[in-house]
């Protein structure tokens, strides 16, 4: 197997009002989900994601953007990514 796996709905951006408490649960919920992103295997059928912070951008207080790549890998290690950012405003 050499083929990486489909992404089929790319990570999307969140961008959320500030909660004063850096937006944990929002941050956290969405992270779990890999950005919304959806992918799949056609020959192992089974994938797993896991996610890097690559760039971050403060603002004023604890606002900012903080950019994220979930990579999905499938059983034979075959990688595929998408980018999303998690911004508080």
């Known amino acids: 197997d050499t083929i990486k796996p489909q992404i089929s709905?790319?990570?999307s951006t969140?961008?959320?009002d500030c909660d004063g408490q850096g937006n944990?649960?929002?941050?956290t919920n969405w992270l779990n989900n890999h950005g919304g992103?959806?992918?799949?295997d056609i020959c192992s059928g089974t994938v797993s994601w896991?996610?890097?912070l690559i760039n971050v951008k403060d603002s004023c207080g604890i606002t900012g953007r903080w950019t994220y790549e979930f990579t999905v890998a499938d059983a034979c290690g075959n990688l595929n990514q998408t980018i999303a950012d998690f911004v508080i405003r």
Request: charged share 10%.
């Open 9 to 11: 709905i790319t990570a």
């Open 14 to 16: 969140l961008i959320v």
């Open 24 to 27: 944990l649960i929002q941050r």
């Open 37 to 40: 992103a959806i992918a799949n």
């Open 50 to 52: 896991t996610y890097d």
